[in-house]
C-alpha cells in the first residue's frame, strides 16, 4: 500500500464486467467488507479509517472498497448506476479478492448495496452491518430530510464545490458534532472531488427494498444516530419490524455517520458481533 496524495492506494481488482475497481486489503482471518456510503468525494478510506484498524488488529481480514464512479475506481461516465450494478462490481471485485464469504459493513449507499449482496448473493454474506442504510424509503421521503435538501442544493446549483461549502456540508448536514468535519477530512474527500465527474450521482438508482427484508437469513447488526438528517426515520422501524435476526442500537447525540462520531462505541460492537453474533 502506498499513499497517493493524502489517501492510500492499494489493490486493484480487473473485474468481469471491464471495469476496474480500487480495495485495500489488510489483515488474515475471517473477512469483512466494508462499502463506504455516498457524496462529494467519497472513498473507502475516507469512511472507514477509524474503523477497519480496529478489526486488523482483532484478527479479521479487512477489505475496503471504492463503488464504482468513487475513490481510485473507474468512473464511467456513459452507464446508468443502478443498485444492481454496484452489487455486480462488489461481488466481482470480491471474486479477484478470493473472497468466497464475509461479513458487509455498509452505511448510507453501502448499507443499501450490501443488502443488495445479501439479498442477491445469500450464500456470499454471513453477517450484516448496517448504518442508516439507503433503500428502506421512497424517493419523496428522502428529499424531504434537511440533509439530503443540502446536497441536492450544494450540487444542483453548478457552483464549484470549495473546501468551505463541503465542511458546511458535513457539519450540518451529515453530523451532529460539527468537530468531526476537520480540514483533513475536507482535504481527503476534496482529493476524490477533483476525479469524479459527477455521473454516479447523477444516475444512481436505489429501490425501496423494505418488502424484501423479511428474505434475510443472516445476523444483523443495525445503526441508527437520532439526529439524522439524511435518512427519513421509518427507515428504523422498516428494519425493526422486517429484519429477522436484528440487533439495533439508536445512537443519540449521532447524525449520519455513527462510525465517526461514535467511532469507539461502533468498534467495539462490531468486533462483539462479529465474535458472539
Not at 486489503?25 to 473477512?31: A, H, K, L, R
Not at 419490524?241 to 445512537?251: C, D
Request: proline fraction near 5%; hydrophobic fraction near 40%.
Amino acid at each position: 500500500m502506498k499513499l497517493k496524495g493524502r489517501l492510500p492506494e492499494g489493490h486493484y481488482a480487473n473485474c468481469a464486467n471491464g471495469y476496474r475497481i480500487h480495495y485495500l486489503d489488510e489483515g488474515q482471518g475471517e473477512v469483512v467488507v466494508f462499502l463506504h456510503g455516498s457524496g462529494p468525494g467519497a472513498s473507502g478510506y475516507s469512511n472507514f479509517k477509524g474503523n477497519y484498524r480496529h478489526l486488523v488488529d482483532a484478527g479479521y481480514r479487512c477489505i475496503i472498497p471504492d463503488h464504482i464512479g468513487y475513490g481510485f475506481s473507474d468512473k464511467p461516465n456513459d452507464v446508468d448506476h443502478p443498485l444492481s450494478f454496484f452489487v455486480e462490481c462488489i461481488k466481482q471485485t470480491l471474486d479477484v479478492a478470493g473472497v468466497e464469504k464475509c461479513t458487509l459493513v455498509g452505511n448510507s449507499l453501502g448499507g443499501v448495496i450490501a443488502l443488495g449482496m445479501a439479498l442477491e448473493h445469500p450464500e456470499r454474506v454471513e453477517k450484516l452491518v448496517l448504518m442508516a442504510p439507503g433503500g428502506l424509503s421512497d424517493l419523496a421521503e428522502y428529499q424531504q430530510m434537511p440533509g439530503m435538501q443540502k446536497v441536492f442544493k450544494v450540487f444542483g446549483s453548478g457552483e464549484p464545490v470549495t473546501p468551505a461549502v463541503m465542511k458546511d456540508l458535513f457539519a450540518t448536514g451529515l453530523m451532529h458534532n460539527p468537530e468531526h468535519a476537520t480540514d483533513a477530512l475536507v482535504e481527503e474527500r476534496m482529493q476524490i472531488m477533483q476525479i469524479m465527474n459527477g455521473h454516479v450521482m447523477a444516475t444512481m438508482q436505489v429501490p425501496n427494498l423494505v418488502d424484501r427484508l423479511h428474505e434475510l437469513e443472516c445476523p444483523v447488526l443495525g445503526f441508527w444516530g437520532m439526529d439524522e438528517k439524511m435518512m427519513p426515520e421509518n427507515g428504523i422501524m422498516a428494519m425493526a419490524k422486517n429484519i429477522k435476526h436484528l440487533r439495533l442500537v439508536l445512537a443519540t447525540e449521532c447524525g449520519h455517520w455513527v462510525m465517526v462520531e461514535h467511532e469507539a462505541m461502533f468498534n467495539r460492537y462490531c468486533l462483539d458481533f462479529l465474535q458472539h453474533g
